[in-house]
C-alpha cells in the first residue's frame, strides 16, 4: 500500500497531501515526522535526487524539486524501490505541469491540475498510472496516444 | 531549500508575495460554490472554486455533514456542461467528498450514464468514481458493464476496472470473485500497465487456492511479461509456489528457479532487485543459488543512487543474519557504506558488517564505528547497540573490546531508549558471558554514579544486588550502591537500600558493615526507604542475636517471586476490576509462561519479519523461560537441570485447534510441553491432555502427565506428558498423539460458558525425538586449538559411504543436522564445483560431555559421495554414539 503522497513548501507547509489506509490519528504525526525528516536531510539537495528512510516496515522516499519537497511513503510491497518509481512519476508529471521545477507559487498556480495528477498516478494507495505523456492527456480527459 | 536551482525571473518578486490561495477561508469557499447552480454555468470559474475546495481539503481542513452535503448537490449539477476540463475535476471532487450512502443516489444516473458514454474517458472516470462511492446492492446493478470494460480496448478503462476490482474485492469478494475469466483475458492483454494490474487482481482472488497459482505461474513465467512492475509481481508469487512446493528430492532442483535467476539479469533495476530478494528470502537457500543474487546486489552497493545502495545493503543485511559467509565478499564495499551521507544506509552496513565480520576484524570495526556513532540519531545507535550485542555472543573471546565500546558510549550523551538498550546489552552479556562479568558490573556502577534514569538506576541495583554477591570481590559494589543512598530520589533509594540487604544476607563477612549503613536509612524522611531499611535490618537480625527468622519470610524477601510477573500483573488487574471481600491470593497466579512460538504462528507461510532492526531473541532467553516453567511445575521439579529444549513442531495444519510440542531433555527424563490454542471463539476446552502412543518408542516409558483444566478461545495453555528414558545410549522413537478435552458451548454475547460439556477427542500429527534432540549446538571460536586441547584418548575414526547426492553441500547438510551440531568456521559453506571438502562440528553431548567432529568428504564423477568421520569428545560412550548415529541415519 502507498500510505501517503505529501508535498510541502519550503518552509515545511503542507500544500498537498494524500493519505490511504492511515487512520486519522496518526495522519497529524506523519505529518510532522516527514517536515522534520525534509528538513534535516534536503538542505542542498539536487532536484531529483531521491532520498531514502526506513522506519520498522514503513519506507520513506523523498525528494525536492524546485521549492517543493515531495513525500512518498509505503509498506509491503510498496517498498523503497516501488516508491522510487511512483516518485519518479510524480516528479515528472509535476515538471510537466509546471513546466519547470516550480516556484512554490507556479505550484499552487497550477494546483487544480496537479490534483488531478496525483489522482491518475496513486489512487486509494495503489499506482495506477505511470507515464506522463499518458498522464498528460488522462487529467484533460484524452485516451491514451498508443490507444 | 532548494532556491538555487530555480531561475530568478524577472517577476519572482511578485511570487513571493502573492499566493493564488492567500487568505483563502472555508465559509467563502463554500459560499462561492453556489455558483454551480447557475443556469448559465462559468466552466472556468468553477474549475478555480474546485480547485480551492481541493486546497482546503487536501490541507486538512473538513467539513461538517451539512457543508458537505451543500457541496456535493452543488458539484452534481456540474454534470450538466460539457466541458471536459470541469468533468474531470468534478470526478476528482466527488470522490474527494465521498457522499454518504443516502445522497450516493443522486449521482449513480449521472454516473451510470457517463459509464456507458461513448467517451472512453468518462467511462473510466465514471467507474472510478463509481466504484468508490458504491455499496453492496448498487454493485450487483453495474457488475455487467464492469465486466464490460474490464476487457474494454481502450487500456485505460480496463485499468480502472481492474483498480476497482482490487479495491472493491475487499468489500464485495463473493461479486468480484465471479470476474475471474474476465481478468484472466485482461492478463493476456498487450497493455503494460493493463497486465499488471490484471495479473494483481487474478492472484487476488485466487490466493487461496494453491493449483490454480501454480497454474497462473507456470503459463506466465513461460510467456512474455511486458511491463517490469508485473514481472515484479510474478517473481513474487513464483516465489510463493517456490516456497510452497519444496525442493524437487530427486534432483535437488526447485521449480521455476531458472525463470527467477534469468530475471537476474532483466534490464530494469527493479526487476533485477526483486529476482534477487526472492533469492536470498527462498528456505534452505544453498551457497550456489545464493552467489548470482548476491553478485548482483554487490554491484549495487557502488550504485551513484542512493535508493538503490539502500535497498542492496537491506537485502545483505537481511542475507547476513542467516547466511553470513555468503556476504563476506561484498565486506569491502560495505565498509566504503559507513560513510555514506544516507545515515540508513550507513547503519545497515554497520550492523550487516558486525554480522559477517570474522574475529580478527572485530577491533577495526569497532574504530570505525566508534567515529560514526557520533553523528547519528539515537534510533540508529539502538540498532548498533543490539548488533554489537550479538556480535560478542558470537566472538565471546572479544568481549573485551566490545564491552569497552558499550561502556564508553554508555556515558555519552544520548536520551532513554538508547541507554537502556546499552544496559540491557551489558546485562545480558554478563549472564552470558562470565568472564565479562566483574569488568561489566563495574561498568554499570560506574553509570548510575551519574544516571539521570529513575528507571534504569533501580534497574541496576536490583541486577547488582543479584549479581553482586557472587563475585570474588563484593565489597568493591557497595560503595557505589550506598551513594544511591546519599545522592538519589526516592525511589531509587528504596532500591538501594533493598540492594544493600541483599548483599548483607549472601555475603556473611559484609553482614556488620551493611548494618551500620542500613542503620543510617532508619531515619530517611521517605516512607518507603524508612519502611524497608527497617525491614530488612530486623530480618537480618540487626538489632541481636535473639531475632529468629523464618526461613520462608527470607525466601520471599530475597528469593524470587516464583510467578512471571506478567502472570501476576494481570491477576492484580483482574482483582482491582472485580474487587472482592477475599484478599488477594499469590497461589491463584498461574505460573505458566505464556507460550513462546504464538507470534510465529499468526502468519503462516508468509515471510518471517523482518522489521529493522529486530533481532531474533536469543536462545538463552528461551531456554530460561522454558526452565523456569518446568521448574514451577511440581510434578518436574524434581527432574533436575534441564538440558535441551527443541524448536517448536507443529502438529496441526491451520485447523480448529493449533496445536505444537516442545521436546524438553533431561538427564533421564522427556518432557513433551503440548502448546495449545484453541481457535474457535465458541468454544471452551476443559480437561485438556494429549495421549501419547509410545509403541514404536520402546524405550520410553511414561512416568507422569499434566493436563490443562481450561483452554478458552484465542489464549495459549499447556498440557504436559513426561517419559523416563534409560541412561546411557540416547532413546529415539517416533510417538503418535491424541487430543483428548471436554468442550462445552460458550455464548459469544455474554462469554459464559455452559455447564454441560461434552467429550472429544482429535487426532494430531506424529512427531520423533531423534538423536539431535540430546546435542546442544554450542560453537568453538578456534576449533583447531580445542581439537588439540582435547587430544585423542578418546578419538574414534571410521570410514562410510552416503551413496549417491547431489552435492557435497547437500551431504554436509544431512550430516550436520543428523548430529544437531554448530558448525564452526564457516566451514558449512561447500565451494561450488568442489570434490572435496572438510566440516568442523561442535556440540556438547547430553551429560554435559563436549563434543568435536571432523567430517572430510569427497564426491566422485558418479556423484557418490566418502566420508571420513573423526570424532574427539571427553567419553568414550559419546564418541561410539556420534558413529552409531551416522551408522543408523
Redesign the interface.
Known sequence: MLLAVLIAN?EGN?????FNGVPAEE?LHW?SFLVKL?ADN??G???E?????????VYI?YT????V?IFVVGKD?Y???????AIFVITSALKDVCG??P????F??K??KI??CL?EIV??G?????DKE?IKR???????T?? | ???P???K?DD?DD??E????MGIEKGAVLQEARLFNDPQLDARRC??V??KL??LL???ETFTKTEATEVFFAVTKLFQSRD??L???VY?MI?EISPSADEVIIVTSSLMKDMNSR????RA?AI?VLC?ITDGTLLTQIERYLKQAIVD????VS?AAL?SG??LLQSNPEIVKRWSNEVQEAVQSR?A?VQF?ALALLHQIRQNDRLAVSKLVTSLTKGSVRSP?AQ??LI?YTSQVIRESGVNTQTGDRPFFDYIEGCLRHKA??VV??AARAITGLSNVTARELTPAIAVLQLFLSSS????R??AV?TLNKVAMTHPMAVMNCNIDMESLISDQ?R??ATLAITTLLKTGNESSVDRLMKQITNFMSDIADEFKIVVVEAIRSLCLKFPLKYRSLMNFLSNILREEGGFEYKKAIVDAIVILIRDIPDAKESGLLHLCEFIEDCEFTYLSTQILHFLGNEGPKTSDPSKYIRYIYNRVILENATVRACAVSTLAKFGEMVDSLKPRIFVLLRRCLFDNDDEVRDRATLYFNTLGGDGPFIETDETVKDFLFGSLGIPLANLETGLKNYIQDPSEEPFDLNSVPKEVKAQPLAEKKAPGRKP?????TLPAGPTSAADAYERLLSSIPEFASFGKLFKSSVPVELTEETEYAVNVVKHIFDQLVVFQYNCTNTIPEQLLENVTVTVDASEAEEFSQVASKPLKFLPYDTPGQTFVAFEIPQGAPAVGKFSNILRFTVKEVDPSTGEAEDDGVEDEYQLEDFEVVAADYMLKVGVSNFRNAWESMGPNYERIDEYGLGPRESLAEAVNAVTELLGMQPCEGTEVVPSNSRSHTCLLSGVYIGNVKVLVRLSLGIDGAKEVAMKLAVRSEDENVSDAIHETVASG
Request: hydrophobic share 40%; aromatic share 8%.
Open positions: 519550503s503542507i500544500l498537498v497531501e494524500r495522519r505529518r525534509g534536503l538542505k539537495v539536487k532536484n535526487e531521491l532520498l531514502v528512510a526506513s522506519h520498522k516496515s522516499v525536492v524539486l524546485g521549492d519537497s510491497e517498498d523503497e524501490l516501488a516508491l522510487a518509481e519547470k521545477p516556484t512554490e507559487r507556479l499552487l498556480d494546483y487544480g490534483c488531478l489522482d489512487w486509494k495503489l499506482l495506477e498510472n505511470t499518458r488522462l487529467v484533460r480527459l484524452k485516451p491514451p498508443e490507444f | 531549500m532548494a532556491q536551482f530555480v531561475k525571473d519572482r511570487e513571493v502573492y499566493s493564488p490561495f474549475s478555480q474546485i480547485m481541493l486546497y487536501n490541507q486538512g471536459t476540463g468533468r474531470r475535476m476528482l470522490k467517451t472512453d474517458m468518462y472516470n472510478r468508490q480496448k481502450n487500456p485505460v485499468s483498480v482490487i479495491h497493455a500497465l494490474h512492475l515484479c509481481l513474487r533495476e527493479m532487485f526483486e543512487k542512493p535508493v538503490l539502500f535497498s537491506r544516507n540508513s544506509i519479519p523482518t522489521g529493522l532492526g
